[in-house]
């Protein structure tokens, strides 16, 4: 996801800063001047898709390393981290770690939109400065996440508090930069690109999260938990310091990556800072008073084009993550690739990252609700095959390139339609500004809330179907289960979205009609003889 910025002055006094046409200063001769449009260059672009890079690599990084982090590494020389009263690996800790850290995610997004929104602009922009002073403590918090303490009483809570922190700061990140889209440029295709961009830096910060801590953290090896039952007790000495050895070593593994994570994040945050600068739209500057945080949420939830994407969203990110979140375990014990999996990832971002162009591309041949038509329901005869195939590698990966293909256009798709969401309210509600973040956050949060009720899902169903912790193998049930939760559930899921796309108004003509409406509403503010009364009488009229 992903945006970039920094566009270039154009003459149209349309597009002209505020305050440089003064009253009295030769309107007349400015509105015959000849418009032309404003472009961003391929370095803003590519400056405003960087910055979507720290979101993906950490998230990606925490989503797949750090349960297996708390579980098996977060431990002290005498014990592991998480027992009272054994030496076993307790995962129902672990698991409140993650439950509550996620939820509180999913909470932070609206309360960081209330806050920008009660933002005010400064000369580095309104967004900017979240992004700025939220960056070195956001990276300190990541590291502390990977450190384990001296302190084996309080130890739960570090990761607690620090896990919940970090979500907090790259929230901070995160819904300002996604907010940044509609400030970058003020023309629909321009926007459009840079989020092209965007979704192709972040389908490869996935990548290079994986790659990264995957490769760094896989040059130690991970001690194995002895058996309790086991009978060779006679070298326990020699096995438990060999043990404690590699432990460190993996401990050390862990914070190494930390560190290179964090320098990925630095770097991205200062090449979005220094390459990209918020435009503030002209007639938002007439604005006596900013709207109030409650009153914009009402305005935003009655905004029928927007209940209506982010509901069929929600059930196709609730489809695509009930595939996310068991595919492990699908390769693992379905379909018997145990060690494959890594390499099936890699096939799906890579395909991913080299079909965004493709579908962007199409959007703006076909129209984006023809894409998401085609885009998403790609997805479904793949499914269909691996729900009626035998484990076969080859129709897996071929599988695999087939979801990359999709993925690629739900990724796309939602960060390319919101600013066209957000440019028919602006015309339905020409005074209410400031309202960006509340579309970006609520966005967010219902797409983490999707995210955490597939993982509720997935896990109360393998529970019921019998799964075995730490098992070589499952029973027949547990394995029928996993196919249903990556192929069937899914493709329902899929289905129903696509139904709730039918009812959403936005089609290529209608975003043509609201370009030309809002083009005409900031040549008007723009102009030195337009009043407020003017530009609400001209909305009206439009």
Known sequence: MAKGEGAESGSAAGLLPTGILQAGERPAQAKKEPKKKQQLSICNKLCYAVGGAPYQVTGCVLGFFLQIYLLDVAQKDEGVVFCLFTFQVDPFPASIILFVGRAWDAFTDPLVGFCISKSSWTRLGRLMPWIIFSTPLAIIAYFLIWFVPDFPQVQPLW??????????????????????????????????????????????????????????????????????????????????????????????????????????????????????????????????????????????????????????????????????GNFALFCTYTLGFRNEFQNLLLAIMLSATFTIPIWQWFLTRFGKKTAVYVGISSAVPFLILVALMES???????????????????????????????????????????????????????????????????????????????????????????????????????????????????????????????????????????????????????
Not at 212 to 231: E, K, M, Y
Not at 236 to 245: E, K, L, P, W
Not at 458 to 468: C, E, H, K, P, R
């Open 159 to 324: 990761y607690l508090l620090f896990y919940c922190l970090f979500e907090t700061l790259v929230t901070c990140f995160h819904v300002p930069y996604s907010a940044l889209t509609m400030f970058i440029s003020t023309e629909q295709s321009e926007r459009d690109s840079a989020t092209a961009y965007r979704m192709t830096v972040e389908v490869l910060g996935t990548v290079l999260g994986t790659a990264i801590q995957g490769q760094i953290v896989g040059q130690a090896d991970t001690p194995c938990l002895q058996d309790p039952n086991s009978s060779a007790v006679a070298s326990d000495s020699a096995n438990r310091t060999q043990s404690t050895t590699s432990l460190r070593d993996t401990q050390n593994a862990y914070l190494l990556a930390a560190g290179v994570i964090a320098s990925i994040y630095v770097i991205c945050a200062v090449i979005l800072t220094l390459g990209v600068r918020e435009q503030r739209e002209p007639y938002e500057t007439q604005q006596a008073e900013p709207i109030s945080f409650f009153r914009g949420l009402r305005l935003v939830m009655s905004h029928g084009p927007y209940i209506k994407l982010i509901a069929g969203f929600l059930f196709t990110s609730l489809a695509f993550m009930l595939v996310e």
């Open 392 to 542: 076969n590698l080859i129709v897996t990966y071929v599988v695999a390139v087939a979801a990359g293909i999709s993925v690629a256009a739900a990724f796309l798709l939602p960060w390319s339609m919101l600013p066209d969401v957000i440019d028919d309210f602006h015309l339905k509600q020409p005074h209410s500004h400031g309202t960006e973040p509340i579309f970006f956050s609520f966005y967010v949060f219902f797409t983490k809330f999707a995210s955490g009720v597939s993982l509720g899902i997935s896990t109360l169903s393998l529970d019921f179907a019998g799964y075995q912790t730490r098992g070589c193998s499952q029973p027949a049930r547990v394995r029928f289960t996993l196919k249903m939760l990556v192929t069937m559930a899914p493709i329902v899921l899929i289905l129903l979205g696509l139904l709730l796309f039918k009812l959403y108004p936005i089609d290529e003509e209608k975003r043509r009609q609201n370009k030309k409406a809002l083009q005409a509403l900031r040549d008007e503010a723009s102009s030195s003889g337009c009043s407020d009364t003017d530009s609400t009488e001209l909305a009206s009229i439009l």
